[in-house]
């Protein structure tokens, strides 16, 4: 694609690398095939091509609307159309760049900036989440049954004391997690223990940053990382193998860092050794001898692979493989490259759209009637799980029972 970028970004660094990413484009439309907002609205601006030209007209010069800045909310950021894409085009790198561009422009008003404030501050701390969820459940009987079925039933909280092993590796707590799902990580560890792996967590360190990066707040994001990235140095010091990562929305944005941080001479060279440690938990056990964890009358599931595992990782089928080589018979699932609808703060800010692609892709998982659906994402988990007519878990769990 050619470009005519006005002056005041052209010799720039984010002109530069949108230049980069808009010259890779051929503009031929696989993307809207795949895409999940384009696939409901039929809207082309509504999908990663039309988007790809209104980010490229703000760059050349035409002045941002909120039109387009409710183009670009509508965008999942959930990177099916990069893996479509015949000519590798980094679509996310230039979404990022064209958000933060339009936000500038196009300032949203009072109480939109408020709530996308207090949905950064919140959900960013596991103890905020957990108060939250606390007080949700205590009035969860008055609530309306299309809210009720919004408040997640408690995690199950497990006392664990692993024995020392001379592997070691860190594992990413995360915000929402440990507040709506302890026994994720839980399972984890008692896995990684049989294994032989002691797994170690960081008490100073908290949200990977990924929830603020998409409600616009990229210096939250970055101070996110920077406390993480010290957080975690004394062990990786000390010889860690890797960074465990169980949620698979908070993989992709650990792995960022060196990018995220590139900028920032103090953090430039360890935000490349984290982002070279962290491993999605299934980029691990696929590596290891699983052979303790077969399972010879396993029962007949349902998976669902969220985005930020199949296109923002690309590590399409791992997880599935693990699982049928475990003993698990999976059912199949019609167009499971869809995301449903998640997407970190998505089905808070974007509920309608959010709601419709929740309501196909459990028809999608349940069509064949699986005894449960596991996921890999905290967020997917508590999506699905609201609605769900089988019981919704992590696939560590699987392993753990």
Known sequence: MQTQLSDKYRDTAIGQQAD?????????????ATCPTYQLLGDELDGPRGRIYQIKQVLEGQPATATLRNHLDRCLTCRACETTCPSGVQYHRLLDIGRELVEIQVPRSWLQRKLRSLLGYVLRSPQRV??????????????????RKRIPVPGRSVALTPAGHSRRMLLLDGCVQPAAAPQINAAAIQVFDRLGIHL??????GCCGA??????????ARQRAR???????????????AIVITATGCAPMVKDYAHLLKDDPQYTDRAERV????????????????????????????FHAPCTLQHGQQLTGVVEKLL?????????????????????????????????????KLQALQEHRPALIATANIGCLLHLQADAGVPVIHWIELLKD
């Open 275 to 302: 982002s070279a440690l962290a491993r999605d938990i299934s980029e691990v056990l696929r590596d290891e001898n699983l052979d303790a964890f077969r399972k010879p009358q396993a029962r007949r599931i349902s």
């Open 211 to 220: 929830l603020q990066f998409h409600l616009s707040d990229i210096d939250g």
């Open 324 to 360: 049928q080589d475990l003993g698990y018979e999976l059912t199949p699932v019609p167009d499971a490259h869809l995301c449903c609808g998640s997407a970190g703060t998505y089905s808070i800010l974007q509920p309608d759209i959010s709601g419709r692609l929740l309501k196909n």
């Open 227 to 241: 406390e993480n990235i010290d957080a975690w140095w004394p062990f990786i010091e000390q010889g860690t193998e």
């Open 200 to 205: 170690s967590r960081a008490s100073e360190a």
């Open 130 to 147: 957990a108060a939250l969820l606390f007080a949700g459940r205590l009035v969860r009987p008055l609530m309306p049954a299309r809210l």
């Open 20 to 32: 980069a990413v808009l010259r890779s484009c051929v503009h031929c439309g696989f993307c809207n």
